[in-house]
């Protein structure tokens, strides 16, 4: 075996089996990479005070930012409606959307109470730390 190519030759006669292997390490079963469903997790994440609220063209007129970056969801799962639509009266604390980030769905509260005037970014959409989300009237 040396002198060949060969690294392992089997010889099975009847009920004998000889195996001869040269210098290679212990075959192993082949394993199947494991798969895990992830439940995901509730989190209140509320948005950060120190991100600045950008006042637009009207005095009253507030954008509320991503406080991380992750995946935009407008509802709490598929089935559900969305937390707020254009024309909804939020209140500072409630929550407005959810932002997956490493598959922890993270629940994003108002940190103002107004009317959504506006909606910024799509269902599903990935948004960085900082990006606009919504339009906010003060009331």
């Known amino acids: 075996m040396d002198r060949s190519s060969l690294s392992e030759i089997e010889i099975v006669d009847g009920k004998t089996k000889i195996v001869l292997r040269k ?71 409630l929550p407005i959307c959810i932002l997956e980030a490493m598959k922890v769905m993270n629940e994003i509260q108002s940190d103002v109470s107004g009317v959504i005037r506006e909606i910024l970014v799509k269902n599903g959409q990935a948004v960085e730390f900082g990006q606009p989300l919504f339009k906010v009237e003060i009331c």
């Open 23 to 93: 210098n290679v390490q212990p075959l192993l079963p082949p394993t199947l990479p494991q798969t895990y469903a992830l439940q995901p997790q509730l989190q209140r994440v509320p948005v950060d005070e120190e991100i600045p609220v950008r006042a637009t063209h009207s005095e009253n007129l507030y954008v509320i930012k991503s406080p991380m970056v992750g995946t935009f969801y407008a509802s709490p799962s598929p089935e559900s409606d969305t937390f707020v639509r254009v024309g909804s009266r939020i209140e500072k604390d």
